[in-house]
């Protein structure tokens, strides 16, 4: 398992290296590409999500490419920069201890309830549940256990909360951003 891992988050870092809209095909536990291991179960975040249309092989997206073909999916932060989500998307990082923290499940059951509205709102839902992996996001806004963190377009962290938050609110929040009420009034305009 630990040695899968590795390969997958080579593989990741890999995508995350290349250009917007570059595909990598997925390599394997043997070293080939486009077979996954036997007993590869795909996890949140790092499961391929499109196959070469000539060769029907799996292939890796980068996770703007990924969260833009489903703005439902909930990616890893071991995978995501936040520089490639600049000016793209509203990040909302969940960090805690453990996949197990009751606060991390709680927090993950409001944001699958009301999905559309984030997804209305550009929001890419990133978490991070490992603190032994360090990820930059993690090395960034050092959490204390579970943390909830939105992140504007401009990069900038506009919230931070110590305990989950109901979806409604943090539509409300990003809602009052300037960046937001420029883009409902260009989306107004557009309509007339």
Do not use: C, H, Y
Request: charged letters at 25%; aromatic letters at 4%.
């Amino acid at each position: 398992m630990l040695m899968i891992r590795i390969l997958a988050l080579g593989a990741a870092l890999t995508v995350a290296a290349l250009p917007s809209g570059a595909q990598q095909a997925m390599p394997s536990a043997d070293g080939q590409e486009g077979r996954a291991a036997a007993g590869d179960a795909p996890q949140v975040g790092k499961a391929p999500s499109a196959a070469d249309p000539a060769t029907g092989t799996p292939v890796l997206l980068a996770p703007v490419d990924r969260w833009r073909e489903d703005p439902k999916v909930a990616l890893e932060a071991v995978d995501v920069s936040l520089e490639a989500f600049r000016w793209i998307a509203r990040p909302v990082v969940v960090f805690a201890d453990s996949p197990a923290d009751p606060a991390f499940a709680r927090q993950l059951d409001l944001l699958a309830a009301r999905a559309d509205d984030l997804a209305l709102r550009d929001v890419v839902v990133i978490t991070d549940t490992d603190p032994a992996a360090m990820s930059p996001l993690r090395a960034k806004l050092r959490p204390r256990g579970f943390m909830l963190a939105l992140i504007g377009k401009d990069g900038g962290v506009k919230l931070r909360k110590p305990f989950p938050w109901d979806v409604r609110e943090l539509t409300r929040s990003i809602d009052k951003m300037p960046l937001r009420r420029q883009e409902l009034r260009e989306r107004q305009n557009a309509n007339q």
